[in-house]
């Protein structure tokens, strides 16, 4: 392999993984709505375009930096996920109807209208946030003059990855350590279980949507100063969050964690070496093949490791 | 007077191009009749047999690509789609379900949600056969009048009500409702729940490939974001139902109805225009929360708020 | 011959061991109890022989057939029915429908399957209640729902599981009335049961489960003597 080849896919490689910790943030928030109200989000993608049209806000009126927006995202993004789950999915699970999907199809819904509620407001232009160090960049032979390969590692993807990981590591503790962190995960085990010890499980689901919906509005600032929006963005990043939720294994934390890296690493992969329009494709082929040969997901082959079956 | 009813829609609809209806009003009732077939062939899947597909743009633009591939690709009539998108429709959805039917409930939906954004991606890239963003434009036109169009989706949705019917009333009906309400019970009753699954999917795509079919024909020109649209057909045909009463007969007639004249009225108000999204997301989250059932199924409900009749003792 | 035979049957579920080596047989026509405390692993045996789960280890025959890795719905052909600890209905259809869809299995057509039905809840004493949404129905009826749609699938064998839980005495009778009549009909019968005396009356064999494993086997009259399931019966009394 030569020297350009090699630096190639390092590169790769370094995006890949650098996509990937920012897709297991957005994958986590799905993950863990799953797993307590055993109901698919599919207005998932949605909050996270209203957790980036926040901080575009933010930083065009006011100049405040996409990364400090977090802070404010991040809980508006809890208010609104905590009202929606009250006023409207939690009753619609208490309603009889034929079909128990309507609480998926009433997210579609919801997903529609803040999408399209945000086309009114921006109109469906696509809008970048001119971050000052948008195109900074560390290189490998600043760092290291002999260095045999020329490599590099853009500041606001590093800069979100590690907030990414940083925010991660927060929701780790909180679900492992806290009261209230323990009895969500009691309700997503076992909801009855959870009943006999009293949980309150209505709500732990409202504090769970809002923490799920929390999460993505925070990665939609970490994407702000890499990507661009526009009101329509929501549903690329649903479906991204639903096949790394499948790919790391319904409901499991550290499945979405992991699916997340596999994602991002196979995304950026199909994106250098077969072409920028494939990446969604290829998204999509590893979703067929995991439903197809490991239908349980990573998380399904750590476990059978573990108990040796 | 209740067992002759439908024959007596079917004879009055027949008549209608005899009263000189103007171009736009057939262009209405050609699109209501469409999505009825469409709502009916997602009703068989997802009403009766509990298999919620988010993905039946998927069919619909299979269906579309197949008549308009006839037409570009080997110069016939777009009309030959009818016989032959029943194969290759029946062909994917063997595929689809292969994959998507080993998962439940919610996850299949979003499965199938998956898979019709996956048809979309595919067509738009597959340049060389399907012609890309481009689409597939049919230059010559059957016929100018749109007469002869109705009647062709009159017939198909005639037949289509005809088979719904004759399904549901059957063995095979019972195994879906069955299914629906309990996949393990239905199990050890002796279903064979996935070979059921499957025939009602094949089934519901390839009535929804034949709207496809149709709709290339009528529009005369198709591409892979109107005819594997998220928005404008899976969700579109989910609402149809949802509106008009999941697992009944004329749910998807009267959800249709309701849909197309919605959507017409919002477009003809250029203020809402940009709002339609926004009053269908809407109008589908106060049918979930009110009429679950859709309005034929919660007919007895609405009866009641409006004060036709007392309260059930 | 024998109807059904486990050999050595095993069920794992993650670390726990539901069922450890489990074997027993069925000879047609008798009624055969299963019996063992709460968490025993009764049901898991259910399970196991109706194909809901594969054997983790071992064999189960039907008819001198290898049925373990069968799916349900194919043992149920073969002629195995079952009825669920925790009732499963078809909750939005009717009682008769419920028993119809039951009875397409071997029905040719649906006046063939509505014969079947009929005779069926006749048999089973639901025939009043046949236009009744099963989710409206008590749940001694929907117990009795139970037996009668896995009767319509017209089975060699029978597996029940608690259908006599939760019954008032009035029904209990009624209950047991129609197990043995089912058994007239010719119908081999695998019964789990909690209330000790209905067991003790009704089988003809009995075999003992404690803790996943196999710990008695026998005539009613040898299982009231044995000191181990006396003591199985007693620890759970205590821990109770
Ligand atoms: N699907 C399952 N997953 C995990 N554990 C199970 C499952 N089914 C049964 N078990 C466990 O197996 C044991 C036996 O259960 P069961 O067969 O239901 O007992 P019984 O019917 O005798 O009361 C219990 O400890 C139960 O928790
Ligand atoms: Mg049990």
Known sequence: ?309 | MKRYITYIVLGLLALLPLLGLNSYLMHILILVIMWSVIGMAWNLLSGYCGQVSFGHAAFFGVGAYTAGMLYSKLGISGWWGFPASVFVVAVFALGIGYICLRLRGPYFALATLSMGVIFRIVAENLVGVTGGDLGIMIRERTWIDKTWYFYIILIVAAATYYLVRKVIESKLGYYFVAIREDQDAAESLGINTTKYKTIALILSAVITGFAGVFYTNYMGYIDPKVVFALHDISIITIMVVMVGGVATYWGPVVGAIIMVLLAEAIRSIPKLGTAHHTLFGVLLIVIIIFLPNGIVGDFSKLKRLFGMRRPAP | MSLLEVKKVSRFFGGITAVKDVSFEITKGEILGLIGPNGAGKTTVFNVVNGFYPPSRGEVFFKGERISGLKPHQICQRGLARTFQVVKPLQRMSVLDNVVASAFLRAKDRKEADTIAADVLNFTALYDDRNVISKGLPLGKRKRLEIARALATQPDLLLLDESFAGLNPSELDESIQIIRNIKKRGITIMIIEHHMKVIMSISDRIVVLNYGEKIAEGSPLEIGKNPLVVEAYLGEAQSA
Request: net charge neutral.
């Open chain 1, 1 to 309: 392999m030569s020297s350009v080849n090699l630096e190639v896919l390092l590169q790769t490689l370094i995006s890949g993984v650098l996509l990937g910790g920012l897709y297991a943030l957005i994958a986590l928030g799905m993950t863990i709505i799953m797993g307590v109200m055993k109901i698919i989000n599919l207005a998932h993608g949605e909050l996270m375009m209203v957790g980036m049209y926040i901080a575009f806000v933010l930083f065009s009126w006011l100049h405040i930096d996409p990364y400090l927006s977090v802070f404010i995202a991040a809980p508006a993004l809890f208010v609104l996920g905590v009202g929606l789950q009250k006023f409207l999915i939690n009753p619609v699970m208490k309603v009889d109807a034929i079909l128990p999907e309507n609480q998926v199809i009433l997210t579609v819904g919801i997903g529609m209208v803040l999408a399209n509620l945000a086309t009114i407001i921006f109109q469906s232009d696509y809008r970048q946030t001119p971050v000052s160090y948008a195109t900074k960049a560390w290189y490998l032979t600043d760092l290291w003059k002999g260095a045999p390969l020329e490599l590099s590692l853009s500041f606001p993807w590093s800069v979100s990855f590690t907030i990414a990981v940083l925010i991660t590591a927060c929701l780790w503790f909180f679900l492992a350590k806290t009261d209230t962190g323990k009895s969500i995960r009691a309700t997503a085990q076992d909801l009855d279980a959870a009943l006999l010890m009293g949980v309150n499980v209505e709500r732990m689901r409202v504090i769970t949507f809002g923490l799920g919906s929390a999460l993505v509005g925070a990665a939609g600032c970490l994407f702000i100063p890499i990507y661009y929006i526009y009101p329509d963005i929501g549903g690329q990043f649903t479906l991204i969050s639903f096949v790394i939720t499948i790919l790391g294994g319904l409901g499991s934390t550290v499945g979405a964690i992991l699916g997340g890296l596999i994602l991002g690493l196979f995304e950026s992969l199909t994106a250098t070496y077969i072409g920028m329009g494939w990446a969604p494709v290829g998204r999509f082929m590893i979703f067929v093949a995991v439903l197809i040969f490991i239908p349980g997901g990573v998380a399904s082959l750590l476990r059978s490791r573990k108990f040796g079956k």
